[in-house]
């Protein structure tokens, strides 16, 4: 009878062991289970923290977006080709938003030597010196500029208004008194800089996704003053990098807003239509 006994009592010894086991299994799986919750949970807290840290600078760049009716200025603005060669011109502006835009080109005799209007869907443009009369679409501003820009855009450009940009900003970078956004649209790979404390614009990188066109555009602003109630950058620089490079240099000379302005645009009888 000893045997049997003793196989009970050794039967009843494992099933000890082995409940001890699965419950010391348990208490590790509890266990492995609570790390991986709270290290999933830490990520999603800082997540959503790093989300509302965009969303607060984006925000910020909002509320020191420029708006108005009329703008109206006057600049020197130094433009530099690939090859070296440079141009200098005055040149004065007049918008009305989302209506037009009227440009006069003035070489360094004071003598001038273009005169542009640019609406939603054309470009009209008076070349005094050779007495003929352009009239483009609305694209012809992408051949010139090598950016996607249409009539809203440029005005924003003119302006000192960030261009293309929209709420997809997904990364960060903070350091040396600036803070970088970073985000990809159907256009470009973005990357924005602005002061952290002020938040103003301080550079703009566009890296255009068009594989078949690997174009970069880099613009900066600097000189901001705030005489009308608006934060405004008296120099501008627009870099462009592809198969032909240029570099436009602005510099401010005057500037208003909301002012009463007239646009005009006559095209001569003697003049010929290109």
Do not use: H
Not at 78 to 107: H, M, P
Not at 132 to 154: C, F, G, K, N, W
Not at 207 to 226: A, Q
């Amino acid at each position: 009878m000893k045997y049997p006994i003793f196989r009970v009592i050794l039967v009843c010894g494992w099933a000890g062991i082995l409940l001890v086991a699965c419950r010391g299994t348990r208490t590790v799986q509890s266990a492995i289970s609570v790390k991986v919750d709270s290290v999933a949970l830490a990520l999603e807290v800082a997540r959503i923290d790093s989300v509302l840290f965009i969303q607060r600078q984006y925000d910020s760049l909002l509320a020191n977006r420029i708006e108005y009716k009329t703008f109206s200025g006057k600049l020197d603005v130094d433009y530099e080709q690939g090859d070296g060669s440079k141009t200098n011109l005055n040149v004065q502006v007049r918008i009305q938003r989302d209506s037009l835009i009227w440009l006069s080109l003035t070489a360094i005799f004071g003598i001038e030597g273009v005169r542009a209007c640019i609406t939603p869907d054309s470009v009209k443009v008076l070349n005094k010196q050779d007495k003929t009369y352009l009239v483009r679409p609305i694209s012809y501003l992408q051949e010139l500029a090598a950016l996607p820009l249409d009539l809203r855009s440029l005005q924003d450009l003119l302006v000192g208004n960030p261009v293309f940009m929209d709420s997809s900003f997904q990364q960060y970078t903070r350091g040396s008194g600036l803070i970088s956004l970073m985000s990809n649209n159907e256009l470009f790979r973005k990357l924005l800089s602005m002061g952290e404390t002020d938040k103003l614009m301080s550079s703009y990188k566009l890296d255009d996704l068009n594989l078949n066109r690997p174009r970069t555009s880099y613009l900066t602003y600097s000189e901001y003053e705030n005489k009308t109630g608006k934060w405004f950058s008296r120099r501008r620089t627009v870099q462009v990098a592809e198969k032909k490079n240029f570099t436009v240099r602005v510099q401010y000379k005057q500037y208003g807003f909301n002012e009463t302005l007239s646009f005009p645009f006559v095209v001569p009888k003697n003049y010929r239509l290109e």
